[in-house]
């Protein structure tokens, strides 16, 4: 979105006092801020005296096509938001609609849910990190980082066939039951991750130009964090011990013994020490989920009208083509009350939550999404105020921005 | 202290002493469902109530903004309905407070000066939607292009939108 005529009037104004200051267009096709986003900084030599965000460019209307979509093809749009980590957007997604449905998943859906959120927690920080490595100039460390995601594009491949934008869950349960060949894949990825997270560490961790770009720049406050609303790693990192899978077990959380990671400092480390110790948690509790999955049925019986029956039973009984009927027909469908729900998951960027209203149709009436990314962005003119040019990408790397959560 | 006692200190301060209904009709409207807390709470009233419950109830943080265009909803009377979700950081409590407002000129006190994170929540329902926040500091679209006219998530907006996009100014390469 260009800047308002009473904003450019502000500017030429400030200028005339400060006729040294330079404008600098910084984005929206800038290999470091990986998507599109756009920021106007006012540099003084190199020192940034504002930076003005800019954003929109990825806007695509996903609310408005919430409304138009029932609850079971939203999914696939909710995929795109954040697309690093989109098996959590898919949980939090159906996990509103199960609220507003009032539909009660199963122990072993929500075991299964547990462990790809926690794989997608996982991949998403070795993205965050080594994105920002990347940007920072720490080229190996971006390599390293990658290559682990690798793997759990495998492990998505191997559960549900798409490696990317999974759409993994239904309302009421998930597209396919975990078979024990991915348990043994994450078996085997925590026991790889295990040395992947020793070389991050021993590559950067102590390095001492990295902790140089890194510590005292973009210093958040533990005050301004919640005053601002953020949420996630990022408010961890300032000292806010709030952690929804702690606070709200939502998912199987109650069940797994795991750490919430804090920091005090605020700064860019912190938030990568923040990340990197999430990182150990998260696996700590896919130990104790993949050894622990509750045998049962993983989806919600046919009585609560939810979910579609298997194909075999579509085509060979009446009982299961009636079920499937009743629920594909637009008249039909799932029973959706006049109420409106809010359920928020810990995603890896922070709180992910959606607003639901139902209102009698199988379709939303409204589906807000509650956009860490886009919390996080309005963060970013107070947190560079002050620093150099330079250290833009270690900021905007440390607060993970995804585009296309950020615009929707 | 429970969201019970803290929904009846709302009733005692912001309630209307004169109406002498029972507690379930009186302002601000409490409703609740599935575990959520829900409040009604007017308009005129809606920043002194998210003020008291800031400084006095221990919600420090606001979660979110968003709005509801309820046009043609079953049962709905009031046109738009803001929702505030609040959290507190230390206490652990949610509460939900809706603020319905009406055409033509919707507009709501900001909240900014309370949050600072309300900031871009607040542009982007006026974005959205085209409810005035009064008082808020840099109440631009956000989203959309500064020349777009329309409220898109507003009911009466098409999926399909307006035409806007066939209308950009077409730039030959002459003219560039």
């Known amino acids: 979105m260009p800047l308002t005529l009473s904003e450019l009037a502000a500017d030429h104004a400030e200028e005339g006092m400060q006729p040294y200051l330079w404008t600098m267009n910084f984005g929206p096709q800038h290999p470091a801020t990986h998507t599109t986003l756009r920021l106007v900084l006012k540099l003084d030599g190199e020192r940034v005296a504002a930076a003005i965000p800019d954003i929109g460019y990825l806007h695509s209307g996903f609310e408005k096509i919430g409304e138009s979509l029932d609850f079971n093809q939203y999914v696939t749009v909710t995929d795109r938001m954040n697309y690093i980590s989109p098996m959590s957007n898919n949980v939090a997604w159906h996990m509103a609609v199960e609220k507003l449905l009032g539909i009660e998943i199963t122990p072993r859906c929500s075991y299964i849910r547990t462990i790809i959120c926690e794989l997608m927690r996982i991949s998403d920080h070795l993205l965050c990190l080594g994105a920002m490595g990347l940007d920072i100039g720490a080229l190996t460390y971006f390599m390293y980082a990658f290559n682990a995601r690798e793997t759990i594009y495998d492990i998505c491949e191997a559960l549900c066939g798409a490696r990317f934008t999974n759409s993994y869950t239904r309302v009421g349960g998930v597209m396919c039951d975990i078979t024990p060949q991915v348990v043994q894949m994450i078996r085997d990825f925590l026991a790889e991750m295990l040395k992947v997270m020793d070389d991050l560490d021993r590559l950067l961790g102590r390095n001492r130009i990295f902790v140089d770009r890194l510590q005292g720049v973009g210093v958040l406050s533990k005050e301004e964090a919640i005053n601002r609303s953020c949420s996630g790693p990022v408010a961890r990192a300032s000292g806010v011990v709030r952690d929804l899978r702690r606070d709200e077990p939502h998912l199987a959380y109650a069940d797994f013994d795991f750490d919430v990671c804090c920091a005090r400092e605020g700064d860019c480390l912190a938030r990568y020490q923040v990340r990197m110790a999430e990182m150990a948690e998260s696996m700590k509790i896919l130990h104790q989920a993949v050894e622990n999955i509750p045998a049962g049925p993983v989806n919600v019986g046919p009585d609560r009208r939810s979910i579609l029956p298997p194909p075999g039973k579509v085509w060979t009984t009446i009982e299961g083509l009636i079920s499937h009927f009743e629920l594909v027909m637009p008249n039909r469908g799932m029973p959706v009350p006049c109420e409106e729900v809010y359920a928020a998951i810990e995603a890896p960027n922070g709180e992910l939550g959606f607003y639901v209203v139902g209102d009698g149709s199988p379709r939303a009436y409204r589906a807000r999404c509650r956009p860490p990314s886009f919390i996080h962005f309005a963060l970013f003119p107070q947190l560079i105020r002050g620093h150099t040019l330079s250290d833009i990408v270690a900021v905007l790397g440390s607060l993970n921005i995804i585009a296309a959560e950020l615009d929707r | ?176």
Not at chain 2, 109 to 129: I, P, Q
Not at chain 2, 163 to 175: I, Y
């Open chain 2, 1 to 176: 202290m429970p969201i019970e006692e803290i929904v009846n200190s709302l009733r005692v301060s912001f309630g209307d002493p004169q109406a002498g209904a029972p507690p379930a009709s009186a302002v601000p409207i409490v409703t609740s469902w599935r575990g959520t807390t829900r409040v009604v709470v007017p308009a005129e009233k809606s920043y002194d109530v998210l003020a008291a419950l800031k400084q006095q109830h221990g919600f420090d943080m606001l979660v979110d903004i968003t709005c509801v265009d309820y046009l043609n909803y079953p049962g709905a009377r009031d046109r738009f309905g803001l929702v505030y979700l609040l959290a507190g950081t230390e206490t652990g409590l949610r509460l939900t407070i809706r603020v319905f407002v009406n055409e033509p000129e919707p507009s709501v006190r900001s909240v900014v000066g309370l949050w600072e994170g309300a900031n871009w929540l607040e542009r982007e329902v006026w974005d959205m939607f085209g409810i005035r926040f009064q008082g808020h500091p840099d109440l631009r679209r956000i989203l959309m292009p500064e020349e777009f006219t329309a409220f898109p998530l507003r009911k009466d907006y098409p999926l399909q939108g307006l035409g806007e996009r066939h209308n950009f100014p077409v730039l030959t390469r002459g003219e560039s």
